[in-house]
């Protein structure tokens, strides 16, 4: 079983601090690594996609990737009430049937950030 | 450009009856999946499609039939609901390579009494 674990919170960090969320996977073959954010009764949405070790920064997103670690991790800055939602961490692994690849979630770490 | 559509937003159904969710992508992706999202268990893939023309299971298929119908298309079928079956489905599109991501649609909230 190819698992992604993530801390299922709450996180809760007041606005403008930094929020830092971290997901570990078992799947060494593993080449991307997604994160995911889930608002309540919606639909997950990308927010940021990593493939290489070291930091990869969009905006206010910061992802990271240690593949000797086989740890994942999203840092939001400046953080706004409105990130206040279920992160997904989604990694890529090949499918049982090697058919080809899909994406294999974490439970989802919910963060609150509060005013 | 839609995206990743499904339908219908919301059903109710008893035990034993059927229904189908109808999922369509203007993408142009070759793959795409169908997913259940329960709490505490987060999403689980029930089939895959990698391909116009094949289907695969994926972690939770027991109970579920699914249909690619055309490249655009990809629908799943309860054919006798239970209530375990109580969840969000979610379909996706994307391509079955490394580092393709997937798209999703808005879901399907299903009840099962």
């Known amino acids: 079983q190819k698992e992604v674990e993530q801390n299922s919170g709450p996180l809760s960090v007041p606005e403008g601090a930094i929020a830092s969320l971290n997901c570990t996977y078992s799947d060494r073959g593993s080449q991307s690594f997604f994160w995911y954010r889930q608002y309540s009764g919606k639909s997950p949405e990308l927010i940021m996609s990593i493939y290489s070790n070291g930091d990869k920064e969009d905006g206010r997103f910061t992802a990271q990737l240690n593949k000797a670690s086989q740890y994942v991790s999203l840092l939001i800055r400046d953080s706004q009430p409105s990130d206040s939602a279920t992160y997904l961490c989604a990694v890529k692994s090949l499918l049982y049937s090697n058919s080809g690849y899909a994406l294999n979630f974490g439970k989802g770490t919910s963060l609150l950030v509060t005013p | 450009n839609a995206g990743v559509t499904q339908t219908p937003k919301f059903q109710v159904l008893k035990t034993g009856q059927s229904m189908t969710l109808q999922c369509a992508q203007d993408?142009?992706?070759?793959?795409m999946y169908w997913y259940r999202q329960d709490p505490g268990m987060g999403l689980r893939l029930i089939y895959y499609s990698a391909s116009e023309g094949t289907t695969d299971k994926g972690e939770v298929p027991n109970g579920y039939n699914v249909s690619r119908l055309n490249k655009r298309e990809f629908s799943l079928r309860l054919e006798s609901a239970a209530p375990s079956q109580t969840s969000v489905y979610f379909c996706a599109s994307g391509e079955v390579t490394p580092t393709d991501t997937q798209y999703f649609g808005p879901g399907t909230r299903l009840t099962v009494l």
């Open positions: 993408m142009n992706h070759n793959s």
